[in-house]
């Protein structure tokens, strides 16, 4: 069973910076797109970022220019840098990997808190 591990959360005050990563336990093979959304309290698990193979990359209007992914394909490693981070961007993150097969994983979660 592949797990996907995440790292990088914490505590942050608002226009802090902060690095996620995500890396699977083993290697997984047949990646189409790496990816990372975000759950706050009493809200819809909502798209933060994605990453295709081929590294386009996607993100909704409202994160633009603030969130950037990345990854490092031969370790299988997908970033999120999050700068100029606000009270509002506080969740839980979750990283997710989709195969050319649609096999679906994802990550236990990260907590994200921006506050002062």
């Known amino acids: 069973q592949v797990q996907l591990v995440e790292s990088g959360g914490g505590l942050v005050q608002p226009g802090g910076s902060l690095r996620l990563s995500c890396a699977p336990s083993?290697?997984?093979?047949?990646?189409?797109?790496m990816g990372w959304y975000r759950q706050a309290p009493g809200k819809q698990r909502e798209l933060v970022a994605t990453?295709?193979?081929?590294?386009?990359?996607n993100y909704p209007d409202s994160l633009k220019g603030r969130f950037t992914i990345s990854r490092d394909n031969a370790q299988n490693t997908v970033y999120l840098q999050m700068n100029s981070l606000k009270p509002e961007d506080t969740a839980v993150y979750y990283c997710?990997?989709?195969?050319?097969?649609?096999?679906?994983?994802w990550g236990q979660g990260t907590q994200v808190t921006v506050s002062s």
């Open positions: 997710n990997v989709i195969t050319v097969l649609a096999v679906n994983y």
């Open positions: 083993r290697r997984i093979f047949g990646i189409a797109a």
């Open positions: 990453i295709t193979s081929g590294g386009s990359t």
